[in-house]
């Protein structure tokens, strides 16, 4: 069964730097691209990215580059996400998906990032 | 890069037919055969609809339908259900592994 686990909550203060995460399983973790949504509170979705975990190659979407990093650690079937210097513009739920083609197939459950002094 | 476009809202009565539109222009919707529809309860992780225009995954109704013309792609849900009430969100490719999103329709069931 294909599954994408998301990393847990997080409340920051602004300026602080976080990474999360999302671990695959259930699939050959190497063969697909993952990307990272945005939702911010009420908002709809946003597409931050994607990186192909065999060789890391990764492509931002037009508001996020230079604001994000995008990785992944193809040895433990994890991709990251992560800010040095948090917003509180930053607070929203992120979601990490497997892309098929030019669709993502499978979500994991979001991790919702909160920012605030 | 805009997003692509969809309505706010729609609504309709169980049992009624009702389409979402979606519309890009040449270099997204109108140039690849690569529209995907997802629904997002509250609080949930959106779900994969419709995929390379009209393809539906496995366990998807065919309740739910895509297609697309031109510049515009539409997913139909047919007998509207109580269930059906969420937000829906196209998303095309737009080349060079870039992804254009929609802005998200309000589904109310009646």
């Known amino acids: 069964e294909v599954q994408l686990v998301q990393s847990g909550a997080e409340v920051k203060k602004p300026g602080e730097s976080l990474k999360i995460s999302c671990k695959g399983s259930?699939?050959?973790?190497?063969?697909?691209?993952i990307g990272w949504v945005r939702q911010m509170p009420g908002k709809g979705l946003e597409w931050m990215g994607i990186?192909?975990?065999?060789?890391?190659?990764?492509k931002y979407g037009p508001s996020f580059q230079g604001q994000v990093t995008i990785s992944a650690d193809k040895s433990i079937t994890t991709a990251y996400l992560q800010w040095s210097s948090l917003k509180a513009s930053d607070t929203a739920m992120y979601y990490c998906?497997?892309?098929?083609?030019?669709?993502?197939?499978?979500w994991g459950q979001g991790t919702l990032v909160t920012v605030s002094s | 890069q805009s997003a692509l476009t969809q309505p706010p809202s729609a609504s309709g009565s169980p049992g009624q037919s009702l389409t979402i539109s979606c519309t890009g222009a040449s270099s997204d919707v109108g140039g690849y055969n690569y529209v995907s529809w997802y629904q997002q309860h509250p609080d949930k992780a959106p779900k994969l609809l419709i995929y390379?225009?009209?393809k539906r995954p496995s366990g998807v109704p065919d309740r739910f339908s895509g297609s697309k013309s031109g510049n515009t792609a539409s997913l139909t849900v047919s007998g509207l259900q109580a269930e059906d009430e969420a937000d829906y969100y196209c998303i095309s490719y737009a080349g060079r592994n870039n992804l254009r999103f929609g802005g998200g329709t309000k589904l109310t069931v009646l």
């Open positions: 259930g699939y050959s973790f190497t063969s697909y691209w």
């Open positions: 998906a497997r892309k098929l083609d030019h669709h993502f197939d499978y």
């Open positions: 990186i192909y975990p065999d060789d890391s190659d990764t």
């Open positions: 390379a225009v009209s």
